[in-house]
């Protein structure tokens, strides 16, 4: 079956550095998306990765290992406002999107 | 403001009644999918459009059923509601195959 696992919950400070793991196992690969999730509201577009590498935008940047079905979202200078959970998605071969858990994130002062 | 529209915000429907979850974009997206989210679990595609006139069933379609007239609008209807349909419901949309997906800000059902 296809899978995306990704950590429950992980606990930062404000300032630091952070980075959230997501590895999947899918029916073939086509991109892979991260979203941000505030409690209560809708997933909004974060990062996407199609070919190996890492991505940079802003505080935060997404790396990709296709051959290893690894990913992380990394955030830098963590501000209150990134407490949310945030979500992983691979798109597999039919082109239809798998999604993890989601991992939240709770940032301390 | 651009975007997707989805009523109503929040409801509670009574066991074995219907209700349509309406889902409106502007964007001019070809593809619109309805997800229900519930706690502990991933994101499921319940049923999905590629482009108006089709539709698909996702991961979740039972007791579930969309229409697609024209690109705007694919309301979601639940003919008769179980209380396992409790959930939080997300419509959303897309350009292309490798676009981002837009998200509605949700509708929150309870069958009680």
């Known amino acids: 079956g296809q899978n995306i696992d990704q950590p429950t919950e992980m606990t930062a400070t404000e300032g630091a550095i952070v980075q959230i793991n997501c590895t999947y196992q899918?029916?073939?690969?086509?991109?892979l998306f991260w979203y941000q999730q505030h409690a209560g509201e809708a997933p909004t577009f974060l990062s996407y990765n199609v070919l190996d590498g890492l991505e940079e935008k802003g505080r935060f940047s997404s790396f990709l290992s296709r051959s290893k079905g690894y990913s992380y979202l990394l955030l830098k200078e963590l501000q209150m406002k990134d407490s949310a959970s945030y979500l992983c998605?691979?798109?597999?071969?039919?082109?239809?999107?798998?999604w993890g858990a989601g991992t939240k994130l709770i940032i301390k002062p | 403001t651009a975007g997707i529209t989805q009523a109503p915000t929040s409801q509670i429907l009574a066991a074995g009644r219907s209700m349509t979850l309406r889902c409106t974009q502007d964007?001019?997206?070809?593809?619109m999918y309805w997800y229900r989210q519930d706690l502990g679990l991933g994101l499921r595609l319940i049923h999905y459009s590629n482009t108006a006139g089709t539709t698909g069933k996702g991961e979740v379609p039972d007791g579930y059923s969309v229409s697609r007239a024209n690109t705007d609008d694919f309301p979601l209807t639940l003919a008769s509601a179980v209380p396992s349909q409790t959930s939080v419901y997300f419509c959303a949309s897309s350009g292309s195959s490798n676009s981002p997906l837009h998200f509605g800000n949700g509708t929150r059902l309870t069958v009680t």
């Open positions: 899918t029916s073939g690969f086509n991109g």
């Open positions: 964007m001019r997206h070809n593809a």
């Open positions: 998605a691979v798109r597999d071969s039919n082109y239809q999107l798998i």
